[in-house]
């Protein structure tokens, strides 16, 4: 092996142990987060070939995010007939955090404000600041019921779209808001 041959694997290897791990949030800019947000109840489920985490507030709301959000998933196969081809593999992190929280520009620094021009919100979708290998769904702990159901399966659609390599689409995460309501009645 010659001299820059050697020098390029060697750089390969450092950069292969160096690279974070996709459990480590805090390196990925969720730390602004992580610290001024204290979770009381994670738990996790595998879907398909994922694993959806919910970091939250409640043991009640977290199981039953995780269960709708596992039935979001397993319908939107129905809902996109000809996605079929996942492009990412990602598990999908769901936090559930206080509204105020949510909205602190400074805290969710790494969220495309400008995109939502610069107005409030309810949820978000991230996989650009997550950790490799993950996604994140932010949503407020504000909403309940089936509005926290809308929320939940508003973002899934994101989530969806981003691993079937999709352009976002706000208007199909609105309609798959009304197919899920009414498949699940």
């Known amino acids: 092996m010659d001299k820059i041959t050697y020098k390029f694997f060697c750089l390969l290897i450092i950069f292969f142990i160096t690279s974070p791990t996709s459990a480590d949030a805090r390196s990925y800019g969720y ?3 992580l610290n001024v947000t204290e979770f009381t109840f994670e ?6 070939n994922r694993t959806i985490v919910y970091h939250g507030i409640s043991q009640h709301r977290g199981e039953n995010i995780l269960r709708e959000a596992s039935q979001m998933i397993s319908l939107l196969p129905e809902f996109y007939p000809n996605l079929d081809k996942q492009c990412k593999f990602t598990d999908l992190h769901i936090y559930q955090i206080d509204h105020d929280t949510l909205n602190n520009r400074e805290v969710m620094s790494f ?3 400008h995109l939502w021009g610069n107005l409030n919100i309810k949820g978000a979708y991230d996989s650009i600041s997550s950790p490799r290998g ?3 769904i932010f949503i407020t702990s504000r909403d309940s019921g089936s509005r926290e159901t809308r929320l939940v399966s508003h973002e899934i659609t994101h989530y969806w ?4 390599c999709k352009k976002v689409n706000e ?3 609105y309609d798959f808001e009304v197919f899920y309501r009414e498949r699940t009645r």
């Not at 738990?43 to 398909?48: L, N, P, V």
């Open 31 to 33: 730390d602004s987060l």
């Open 43 to 48: 738990s996790s489920i595998r879907s398909g």
């Open 111 to 113: 969220l495309p404000w």
């Open 134 to 136: 993950t996604a994140a």
């Open 161 to 164: 779209q981003d691993t079937m």
């Open 171 to 173: 208007a199909q995460a």
